[in-house]
T-cell receptor, first 115, second 115 residues
Framework: AQKVTQAQTEISVVEKEDVTLDCVYE???????LFWYKQPPSGELVFLIR??????QNEISGRYSWNFQKSTSSFNFTITASQVVDSAVYFC????????????FGKGTTLSVSS | KAGVTQTPRYLIKTRGQQVTLSCSPI?????VSWYQQTPGQGLQFLFE???????NKGNFPGRFSGRQFSNSRSEMNVSTLELGDSALYLC??????????????FGQGTRLTVV
């Protein structure tokens, strides 16, 4: 079965702190894709990144960075120098052959950044 | 480029009624997926349509159905509404070349309340 676990339900930080959101996944597929989405209060899910199982290179995009480690089945997301606008619910998701094109989401981590 | 548009944004229905939600994908996207989001179950995959055919289906009862039109617009229908169907229903569109899992872009959702 495929599963995504985001153990952190809520995280609160003060502006300018760095914060890491954890994501652990389970799958028997050899080819799979991992995603991160952000859900602000308005409701829509905003796509942040897609990573395939053959690409373990870490990625940095501005203040965002992602660390993919197949050995520990983890795909963690770090926000550097957090800002109030980063406050949202963040979801990690997985898709692979078992579930076809369906995204299997974790329960999400609510990030609150205060000024 | 216009994003994914879902209508209506909010809906209140009575138990036993049926409801139809609409989704217009990003121009050029042929895959439309539907997800249900509730506080208890999180984000769950309902079904996916590609070129007017249901390509994938989640674990939901037959009361939940959908269809896709030739212009890629999609509708989902829920019959005999139950209180537990109260949720945010999100639609996602993607290019989805073949079965490759390209990134999905989400609409703002329809908030359905069943009373």
């Amino acid at each position: 079965a495929q599963k995504v676990t985001q153990a952190q339900t809520e995280i609160s930080v003060v502006e300018k702190e760095d914060v890491t959101l954890d994501c652990v996944y389970e799958t028997r597929d050899t080819t799979y894709y991992l995603f991160w989405y952000k859900q602000p209060p308005s409701g829509e899910l905003v796509f942040l990144i897609r990573r395939n199982s053959f690409d373990e290179q870490n990625e940095i995009s501005g203040r965002y960075s992602w660390n993919f480690q197949k050995s520990t089945s983890s795909f963690n997301f770090t926000i550097t120098a957090s800002q109030v606008v980063d406050s949202a619910v963040y979801f990690c998701a997985l898709s692979g052959n078992q579930a076809g094109t369906a995204l299997i989401f974790g329960k999400g981590t609510t990030l609150s950044v205060s000024s | 480029k216009a994003g994914v548009t879902q209508t209506p944004r909010y809906l209140i229905k009575t138990r036993g009624q049926q409801v139809t939600l609409s989704c217009s994908p990003i121009s050029g996207h042929r895959s439309v997926s539907w997800y249900q989001q509730t506080p208890g179950q999180g984000l769950q995959f309902l079904f996916e349509y590609f070129s007017e055919t249901q390509r994938n289906k989640g674990n939901f009862p037959g009361r939940f159905s959908g269809r896709q039109f030739s212009n890629s617009r999609s509708e989902m229908n829920v019959s005999t509404l139950e209180l537990g169907d109260s949720a945010l229903y999100l639609c996602a569109s993607s290019l989805s070349r073949g079965r490759m899992n390209t990134e999905a872009f989400f609409g703002q959702g329809t908030r359905l309340t069943v009373v």
